[in-house]
Structure formats: C-alpha cells, structure tokens
C-alpha cells in the first residue's frame, strides 16, 4: 500500500496537538485539585534551637548549600548600616552618626538590633514605608482626566496618606489596616475605631474616576484589592472566565456587586473651628438645599413616565450601556435610569415581591398569545399584590405595553400616608420607599449624576467643585474624606457577558471566591458585604494576603521578591526558590498579631542583611538564592530627600497638603509629601521609573536611560543642590584652606574622609575650575540680552530695552511666564521664544571686546510644529544687516559668517520676531550662536557664556561644580 506522507505528517501532527492538549487540561486539573502551592495553607516550619537567633540565615543557608554556593562574607559596617537606613527610612545617616556606629564596641548582631529598632521607632519610617505603599493603592493627589467644570484634585487624598504614614509608625496590626482600608465606615458604626480612621478608605475611593462610568470604577476597586491585598489578577474575569487561575467570570460579579451595593460620601473628619468652616457649611447647604430640590423635580418626571421605564428595561440589550457619551435632556428616557430599574427589577427579592409577582410573570408569556395567556397567568398567581391583579384583570392586556401603562397609573395614584390600606401601603413602599428605583439617593452628586439631564448635572457639579476647592484651601483645617457606605438596599449583579453590560448573563450574589469554598461561594449578607469580604481577606486561613505582605517587604529590602510576581501568586507564578522562608515569615506575621514591625526586625537584624554586595557566581546569575547582597539605585524619592538631606535643606515636617517636588518654588520636604498628579505626572519621575498612579503597581521597574544622567547633570533641582551644598561648606570653612573644604564635603556627602588620591585629584579639580571660571565670567559681561523691534531697511534694532527679569536660567519680561507686559518673550543659554509682536523681537547681543576678525557659526531651528514660522537677522550697529533667514519647523538653518571684520565695541545683534503678521503662537526656537576671533584665538559660546544678572556666569563655580559632581556619583545614588 502506498503511504501519502504528506496527510501522513499532518495527521500525527494533530495527533500530538489533540494529545498535548489534553495532557494540559489534565495538568491544570491536578494543580487546582492538589492545590498550587500559594493556594496551600501556610505552613509552620520549625527552625532549630541553634538557628532561632537568626533563623532567616539558616534558610538561605539551606539553599545555598543545596545548590553548592558559598556562603558570602559579611559587608563592612558603614556598608550595612547605610543599607539599614535606606531600606528602613529611606536617607542616609549623617557622618558623625555613621562614624560613631562604626566605632561601636558592640558585636554586629547587637548594633544592628539596637539600630534596627532605634530606625523603626523614627517617624521618617513611616514616611519611607508609607511611599511603597501608596504603590500598591495607586495614589495619586489628582483624579486624572476630570471633565466639565469637575474640580481636578482630590479634596482628601493627603489626609489618606498621613493615615498610612501613622499606621506604620504606630505598627498597626497590617489585618486592622486592610480591615480599616475597606470598611472603617461600617466598623466606626460599631465602635471599632475612630472618626479619624475613614481616612483609611482613600485605598478604594483613590482610584481614577473614569469620567463617573461606574462599571470602571467598580474594576479598579477590585484590581486593587485583590491584587493589592492577595496577590490575585481577579480583574481578568471581567470578560470572561480567568484564562489560567480557577477564577469563573461569576466570581468577578459576586465582588461587583459588594462595590456596586457601596456609595461615595463625602465626609468631615473633626470639627475644626467655626470661623474657618463658616464659608463651607455655607457652600455646602446651598448644594444640598439646591440638590433637594433638582432630585424632588426629577422624582416627578420618574414618576410620570414609570411605565415606560418598566417597559424599556425589558429589553436592556437595546439601552446604551453605562457611557461618558450619554447627553441627556429633561424630556429624554433617560437609560441610566432604565438601567436601575433593570438592576431592580432583577433582584431575587422582587421574584417575592407581591407588587412584581404579576409584571414577571407576564413577562415571560410569548407575545403572539400574549392576550389568550395574560388571564390564565394572573388567576394563577400566589402571593401577588391583590389590587395590582384586580387592575390588569380590567385591563385589556395585548402586550406588555398594556402592563406597563397598568403599572404607570397605579404608581401615580399613589399618595404618601400611613393610613393607606396594605395593598396601597406595598404600592407605596415602591414608590416612596427606601431603595425605590424612582426615588433619587440623596448621596454624593458624583454617584447619581447620570440620572440628572445635562442641564442639571452641570450647576450640581460646579457647586460640588467649589466646595472641594474649598476643602483645598482650608488644608489642615478642615480634613475630609471620601468614603464608601452602604447603599440602604444592597443590589447582586447579572454577569455581564464579555464585560458588556448590554449583553447581561446569570445571576450571582455577593460573596468570596469559590477556590476558598469547599463547595458553593460563600454568600455576604450583611450589608454589601465590604467588611465580610475583609474579613474573608485577613482570616489566618486565607493563604494568600500574609504571603503576599511578607513578599512585598522582602523584596523592598532584597531588591526582589521571593516571589518575582509580586501582585500575581496565580498559577502563572513561579514558586519561590525560598517557600520554606516566605511560609516562615508570613507566619510570623500572622502570629505577631499582624505586626509589619516584627517582620522589618527580623530581616533587619538577619547576618542576610549584612552580606556582601559583590558579583554573582555562575551558578545563581539572577540572585534567585541571594547568593549576594543586591546592588540597587536608590529611588527617585530617596535620591531626591537624600540630596536635600545632604545639602542641609531637607525639611522635616510631618503631613499635611501636596506641595511640587520639583520646578519654580518646590517643597523641600520628603518626597512622599510631593504632589502626584495622575494625568500629568512630571516627567522626571517617569524617568525614574516612578509608580505609574493610574493603576496599581506590584514594583518599581528598572531602567537606566540618557534622560536620567542628562536630568542628574542639568536640571535646575540638581543644580540648586549643589549650590546649596557649596554654600554650607563655605559657611563651615570660611578661611581658604581648600584641603578643609574638600574633607567637609566629603563628611557631609559620603559620611566619610577622601583617600589621599582622592583629595589630590580634588585639588587639581578644584585650581583647573577656577581657572576655566575666571574667563567664563569675563567672557559673559560681553553679552546681553533684550528685546526691540527689526528695521529691515535701517538694518539695526529701534527702541532695544534690556530684558528686566531672570529666573536663574531664562531672561524674561518677570517671574510669571507669559508675562502680562511682553507676553512669551524669552531668552536661555541654547534659544529662546519671540515676544507677542514684531516689537518685542527677541535679541542677544555680543559687544566685540576689540578689533578683529571673527567667524559666527551655530544653526538656528524653530521648535515647534504649528504656527507661520519665524524671522531671523545678524546685524550690526556699523554695518547693518549682516544675514537674514526665515526659519519653518523642521527645516534647520545653517550659519556661518566666514570672516568679518568687527572694531573694538562693536556690536553684534542676533535677532529673532514672530513675522510681519504678528502670529507669535508656537514661535519657540534654538540659536545658539558661537563667535570664534581668527586675529586672536579667542572663542565665545552664547551657551557656556550664558549669564544673569550683573553678568554672573549661570555656569558654577569651582566648588559648585564639585559639589554637583560628587551629589550625582554612583556613591550617593546606589546602595553598594
């Protein structure tokens, strides 16, 4: 028989495909059914007697020995010790307490446990602790894209992240601080905890708004709590079952419904003084008295058109899903509130509910024989409304149009009182009930606001701004915060299939997962549910949330976590090369009551914490056994406070509002107290690979780019650093002994003295830099900078002004940029942008310090993409104009003047204007010219020459420069 090896070589191909496919299912069986190591109950592994004085060690150790590496050999104490303050307090301990710890008589172990606890009991603990956590909340100062006239800050997002610096501080139990993040408002009902304690809930409420689209909200909030707190990618089940975990889409749901069952509020810590809230109360009464009467108007119309409500939910797939996009005017049917009769109507309660027994009975009959089956369905009802039947028995009944208008007039027959008869007093109850579909919650206007149309929503909103702008203002007088409370009725969810809301799926009640329940989900019955659910979180059974705390603390000491997945301990994740460590640790915590102080004194005073830092052997190249201390950068935050720090400008206050980290008038505060704005996060942060705040971040991600060296060595913050640090050692060493310097900055830097090659090579620094100083600042008095108008036919500059204001790196018309007077007119050391018309041209100037001969060089660009393009002249007071060029975007021009020959005094104009028709938009621009005397040798750069007032070179001095040079080295900003 002949073989076709072709359909031979694809049937055995399928054949292996079909077979490996079922092998996998059959994998993934097994590891759901023998649990996956994360979904085991956390063991108590028990650590010789020998080993109890540091039982991490005898962990590693283990390892170690297992794959044949060496033990590493302890680091030198100023190493260690620096990496106890960082990796506890984030900055470095000054040079005479680094001095004094070194010399300490007492044994390692016995100085690190003293300090340990010495740096734990500081407040700039909770400060540094407090930042990796905000990590994990996505916190941000600014709700990200507001819309309208929202206000675009958060009123309460400070007073969040003081409660989570004082939490660690304070050591509060880590299962009373996620008890508190997702229900403080139901546990200070009970007397759990304090007033102050809502601040807690920031966690769920700081969130992006998503322009108020609810079913966005509802997944953040919980992304973040379950991968924040469990380590599980729970959100992946929004479209449908999770690809990987045992994660049905109907669990996503369960928890949906506990955060959809949860309303916003707005609400005031304490009660500050009277005069200072008197503005506010004031704001706030009129909103409320505003935002009755708007709901009471809107209740009508609700009422009036009931039935076609009713009606319209019957076929949710046709109604607009929840949407930015939705513009509605009063005489609209409005779909949000359709859609809320749907979510009412869909409640199991309803299925009993005497009122709606008939509509979902009638409901369900198939419309060609609606008429024929009404009667039959409603004289075979139990239970029902008896009024509601009577009323459709006299109806003629074709469809469910003649149902719902049936429906319509009973609800409007309806008056509120006490004396009704029962069958009135249910019809009432759904009318004006608690938890009526018709009636507007009286809550935050950000949780209803899609049920007002337009023209309502928008003066509701702006009075709401003001009052948050108020809030604001007040600062510390008036702390509030926004938190989540129990809607008075909790509402389950249908799944919405493929994360549509239109296309709605089964019914799930709220509850837990169901990989923690032995059969079905567990239930939540008890309001939403949000303190079960936390509940659910930190019981000592959950395996996941100790791991996943102790992991997260690991790897902020170690550089890595135990796990390398630090917010997914799913079945994608790779076990821990330690799990003997992690399940050691995660106890601990569980048995210390929780304490995160404990789990910080036992890394802390581990010999681990002490190894060396040193390359890593070939048999462990990722540090997976931690064969090594890990070389790290220090963070963005710490590098910032650590330059403050050293500089002496470091403010040590604790709390209160955001100020900027960085640009004009920048805190000098701890960088945790810095404004983070979600939308427009500063670029520098970025470039050191800040948390991302829009979501929640499970790590810091490493990368080392140009911009980060670039931003190290010209950046105006670095620069005022060095200044600073300049100016604190020539305030310390005021006589001229260049040697005494050196060593103090050395002290205040390093904690330590230079060696003898590193003090000679400073010298040398020092006397080349004063030399090169000293011709720069004769160099800059022979340029200035103005502005005036071009006169094309005179060739030379009528009316030139001096520009009247420098901020330390531009010349400008004042402090503010536009300038109220000469508007975007601007000059730096490399360009510059033109004034808002041909008067106010641009113009840097050279003064030829004799007679020569001299060649000009240096392109002229214009920067930006949109406007007309710019006009460029050389010219001077003797010869007129010397070249001309009119410059567009992207299309460079060259410069060179070959030879010309100049005369002592001269002056030469470098002169650029927004045209002759006075479009000064986008007219930024580059030009820095570089004058070379061919008679004399002698070069001068409008860039190195650049100069402020009284021509004070903006270059540093001598010392500034070596302060700056020693502030950016790998010494400062690298642990080891």
Avoid at 249 to 256: E, F, G, K, R, W
Avoid at 510 to 527: A, D, H, I, V
């Amino acid at each position: 028989m002949e073989i076709n090896n072709n359909n031979y070589f694809i049937f055995l191909n399928c054949f292996i495909l079909f077979f490996g496919s079922l092998m996998l299912i059959k994998a993934d069986e097994e590891i759901i059914d023998n649990k996956h190591w994360a979904f085991k109950p956390i063991r108590n592994v028990s650590v010789p007697q020998a080993s109890k004085s540091d039982p991490i060690k005898w962990f590693i150790l283990k390892s170690l020995q297992k794959e044949k590496i060496q033990l590493p050999s302890s680091a030198i104490r100023r190493d260690w010790i620096r990496r106890l303050y960082y990796n506890l307090i984030g900055l470095p301990p000054n040079y005479s307490k680094l001095i004094a710890l070194e010399s300490d008589k007492r044994s390692d172990r016995e100085l690190a446990s003293d300090l340990v606890d010495e740096l734990l009991s500081s407040p700039r603990y909770g400060e540094h602790w407090a930042r990796l956590w905000l990590d994990v909340a996505r916190y941000s100062d600014t709700k990200g894209y507001a819309y309208a006239s929202e206000e675009f800050n958060f009123p309460h997002a400070w007073i969040y992240r003081d409660w989570v610096i004082d939490s660690f501080n304070k050591d509060l139990s880590y299962k009373k601080f996620i008890l508190m993040q997702l229900a403080a408002d139901i546990m200070y009902s009970q007397g759990l905890c304090d007033r102050t304690d809502l601040a807690a809930m920031g966690y769920l409420t700081l969130g992006r708004r998503f322009v108020s689209v609810e079913p966005d909200i509802i997944d953040d909030r919980i992304d973040v709590v379950t991968r924040g707190l469990m380590g599980l990618t729970v959100s992946c089940a929004r479209c449908h079952d999770h690809k990987f975990d045992p994660i049905p889409t109907s669990d996503y749901y369960a928890l949906y419904g506990i955060f959809k069952s949860s309303r916003e509020e707005l609400i005031e810590l304490d009660s500050p003084s009277a005069v200072a809230l008197e503005q506010l109360n004031k704001k706030k009464q009129s909103l409320a008295q505003e935002f009755e009467k708007k709901a009471t108007e809107l209740e009508s119309r609700f009422l009036s058109r009931v039935g076609e409500y009713m009606l319209a939910s019957l076929e949710i797939e046709k109604v607009p899903p929840p949407d930015f996009a939705e513009i509605i005017e009063k005489g609209d049917l409005n779909p949000a509130q359709i859609r809320r009769w749907y979510e009412y109507l869909i409640q199991n309660e309803r299925k009993t509910d005497s009122v709606f027994i008939p509509w979902i009975a009638l409901s369900k009959l198939d419309i060609k024989n609606f008429s024929d089956n009404a009667s039959d369905a409603l004289d075979s009802l139990s239970g029902a409304n008896q009024l509601v039947v009577s009323k459709l028995q006299e109806a003629p009944l074709n469809s469910m149009l003649d149902v719902a208008k049936v429906y319509n007039d009973l609800f409007q027959s309806i008056e509120k009182t006490n004396e009704a008869s029962f069958h009135l007093q249910e019809l009432a109850d759904v009318v004006f009930g608690i938890g009526s579909p018709i009636r507007v919650p009286r809550s935050y206007i950000h949780d209803v606001e899609w049920l007002f149309d337009e023209g309502t929503k928008v003066p509701l909103k702006k009075m709401l701004a003001d009052i948050e702008r108020e809030i604001i203002n007040l600062g510390e007088q008036a702390p509030h915060s926004l938190t989540l409370v129990d809607r008075s009725i909790p509402l389950n969810v249908n799944v919405f299939n493929r994360g549509d809301y239109s296309n709605q799926g089964e019914y799930v009640e709220r509850g837990y997962l169901s990989m923690f329940s032995n059969k079905e989900r567990t239930k939540f019955t008890k309001g939403s549910g949000r303190l079960e659910l936390a509940k659910k979180i930190v019981s000592n059974e959950n395996p996941l949330t100790a791991r996943v705390i102790v992991n997260r603390i690991w790897r902020s000491h170690f550089g890595q976590g135990l796990v390398e997945t630090e917010s997914d301990f799913g079945l994608q994740s790779r076990p821990p090369e330690h799990p003997e460590l992690l399940d050691f640790l995660a106890s601990e915590l569980i048995n210390s009551d929780w304490s995160i102080k404990h789990i910080q004194r036992l890394i802390g005073t581990s010999s681990v914490s002490r190894f060396l830092s040193s390359a890593l052997p070939e048999n462990d190249s990722e540090n997976r056994f931690l064969s090594v201390y890990p070389r790290r950068r220090l963070s963005v935050e710490s590098m910032r406070d650590t330059m403050l720090a050293i500089s002496g400008e470091l403010n040590l206050r604790v709390g209160g509002p955001p100020k900027e980290l960085f640009g004009e008038g920048a805190s000098t505060r701890r960088s945790i107290y810095g404004k983070i704005d979600r939308q427009f996060l500063p670029s520098v942060l970025r470039v050191f690979d800040f948390a991302n705040p829009e979501l929640h971040a499970p790590r810091r991600y490493k990368t080392n780019v140009p911009q980060q060296a670039l931003f190290l060595m010209n950046s105006k913050f670095t620069i005022d650093r060095a200044k600073a640090l300049s100016l604190r050692v020539q305030d310390d060493c005021r006589g001229g002994d260049i040697k005494a310097k050196i060593i103090r900055f050395y002290e205040y830097v390093y904690g330590r003295h230079p060696e003898s090659e590193e003090l000679n090579k400073s010298i040398l620094f020092i006397n080349h830099s004063k030399k090169n100083e000293s011709d720069k600042q004769i160099k800059a008095k022979d340029w200035s900078y103005g502005f005036g108008e071009f006169d094309e036919n005179a060739g030379e500059v009528i009316g030139y002004e001096a520009m009247p204001f420098f901020d330390g790196s531009a010349w400008g018309g004042g402090p503010k940029w536009p300038d109220s007077n000469l508007g975007w007119l601007r000059l730096t050391a490399d360009g510059g942008h033109v004034g808002n018309s041909k008067k106010h041209a641009a113009v840097r100037r050279w003064k030829s310090p004799s007679s020569s001969r001299i060649k000009i060089t240096g392109p002229i660009s214009k920067i930006e993409a949109c406007g007309d393009g710019i006009r460029a002249w050389i010219s001077s007071n003797r010869q007129g104009i010397i070249a001309n060029w009119n410059v567009e975007f992207d299309k460079e021009q060259p410069v060179l003047i070959e030879d010309l020959e100049v005369e002592d005094g001269e002056i030469i104009n470098f002169v650029v204007d927004c045209g002759k028709e006075d479009n000064f938009s986008c007219d930024g621009f580059v030009w820095a010219p570089e004058i070379t005397s061919i008679t004399d040798n002698v070069f001068w750069s409008a860039t190195a020459h650049f100069s402020g007032k009284n021509n004070d070179s903006v270059s540093l001095s001598a010392w500034e420069r070596f302060s700056q040079a020693l502030l950016i080295s790998n010494e400062v900003m690298f642990l080891d």
